[in-house]
């Protein structure tokens, strides 16, 4: 299982970004997926996730701007981001399992090499 992570850049604040997450090797019906962040000098942590049979779960600090969404044609996840704010910034991976349990768990199986977002002020 391979998972490929894209569409980060250099934004300003309220700017919009799509991050994509193409999935290689498993479908993505029936798996947990997950879009978590690292921002530097901190630890990894939740911000977007579906969970194993559907459901949508976002973090307190990007509930209403981020939308986590699917293309099962494309095997392909989503994560459309707006209202960009510079605490944003970080590097985001995506994740995926099988596994039934919360998507915001960061114990996930497989995981994307990440794509960098930086917002300024």
């Known amino acids: 299982v391979q998972l490929q992570a894209s569409g980060g850049g250099l934004v300003q604040a309220g700017d919009s970004l799509r991050l994509s997450c193409a999935v290689s090797g498993r479908t993505l019906s029936r798996h947990r997926l997950g879009w978590f962040r690292q921002a530097p000098g901190k630890e990894r942590g939740f911000v977007a996730g579906?969970?194993?049979?559907?459901?949508?779960y976002y973090a307190d600090s990007v509930e209403g701007r981020f939308t986590i969404s699917t293309d099962n044609a494309k095997n392909t996840v989503y994560l459309q981001m707006n209202s960009l704010k510079p605490e944003d910034t970080g590097v985001y991976y995506c994740?995926?399992?099988?596994?039934?349990?919360?998507?915001?768990?960061?114990?996930?199986?497989?995981w994307g090499q990440g794509t960098q977002v930086t917002v300024s002020s």
């Open positions: 579906r969970g194993w049979i559907g459901g949508t």
């Open positions: 994740a995926t399992d099988q596994r039934r349990i919360s998507p915001a768990r960061d114990d996930y199986e497989y």
